[in-house]
């Protein structure tokens, strides 16, 4: 069982900057690929970035190509989010995902295919 425990999020200007961080409980962390979702009010949770275990390779959302970095520490099982630029449409609730790399095959943007989720993390981008 994997334990996800965000945090970072906040209330920022648009233009403005947040990190957002995400905790794993396991000893296998570097095994698992890691992802970020979010959800905005009225609307369905949508893939933001994905980070394989070795942290070698990344996935990103178009909406957020450019703006977003997604990284790892894989000797502090943690994952973070860095948004840049940010937009009032980047308001939502950022959820942390993970699951064994072995259950992709090259596609990552699909949430069912996550099986451990995060509590969420609410961002608020103020125009």
């Known amino acids: 069982q994997v334990q996800l425990v965000e945090s970072g999020g906040g209330l920022v200007q648009a233009g403005g900057s947040l990190r957002l961080s995400c905790a794993a409980s396991?000893?296998?962390?570097?095994?698992?690929?890691m992802a970020w979702f979010r959800q905005a009010p009225g609307k369905e949770r949508e893939f933001v970035a994905a980070i394989r275990g070795s942290g070698s390779n990344t996935y990103y959302a178009d909406s957020v190509t450019g703006r977003f970095t997604i990284s790892r520490d894989n000797a502090k099982n943690t994952v973070f989010l860095q948004m840049h630029s940010l937009k009032p449409e980047d308001t939502a609730v950022y959820y942390c995902?993970?699951?064994?790399?072995?259950?992709?095959?090259?596609?990552?943007?699909?949430?069912?295919?996550?099986?451990?989720w995060g509590q969420g993390t609410q961002v608020t981008v103020s125009s």
């Open positions: 995902a993970s699951s064994p790399q072995w259950r992709f095959t090259g596609i990552y943007t699909y949430a069912h295919i996550y099986d451990y």
């Open positions: 396991g000893r296998t962390f570097n095994t698992y690929t």
